[in-house]
C-alpha cells in the first residue's frame, strides 16, 4: 500500500500494466483522470477504481491543484525499491524529461509492462 500525490497538469508518461498484481486506487483529493484499456475514469476523493492485472492504464492529473491517492497493490509485490529506482532516473534527467528507455527498464524489472 502507498500514498502518491500528482501535482496539476502532470501526468504518468508511460502506459503500462502489471503482470502479476491488480492495483485499487482510492481518491483522497483532487481528481486524476486514469485510461484503463481506452476507457477515461476520473477518480476523485471518496472514488476507487480497481485495475486488473493486465490491463493497460496511465493517468493524467488535467486539473488546476494537486491530487492526493491511495494504491493498494495485492498481492504486495511492488515495494518502494521501485520508487527509489524511478526517482534516481527522474533526478538524473536534472530538470529535462526523464529518459523513456532508463524508466521502461525500471518498470519491466519491477513487474510492470511498459507499452510502446
Known amino acids: 500500500m502507498f500514498e502518491f500525490d500528482v501535482r496539476a497538469g502532470a501526468k504518468m508518461p508511460i502506459a503500462h500494466s502489471h503482470d502479476a498484481y491488480e492495483e485499487t486506487i482510492y481518491g483522497l483529493a483532487g481528481v486524476l483522470t486514469f485510461t484503463v484499456d481506452g476507457r477515461k475514469t476520473e477518480v476523485g476523493s471518496g472514488h476507487v477504481l480497481c485495475i486488473a ?31 527509489r529506482e524511478i526517482a534516481a532516473v527522474v533526478a538524473a534527467a536534472t530538470g529535462g524529461p526523464p529518459n523513456p528507455a532508463a524508466i521502461a527498464e525500471v518498470m519491466r524489472r519491477h513487474g510492470l509492462t511498459p507499452m510502446p
Open 53 to 83: 492485472h493486465g490491463a493497460v492504464h496511465r493517468f493524467d492529473n488535467f486539473g488546476s491543484s494537486d491530487t492526493k491517492m491511495l494504491a493498494v497493490v495485492t498481492p504486495g509485490v511492488l515495494g518502494p525499491e521501485y520508487f
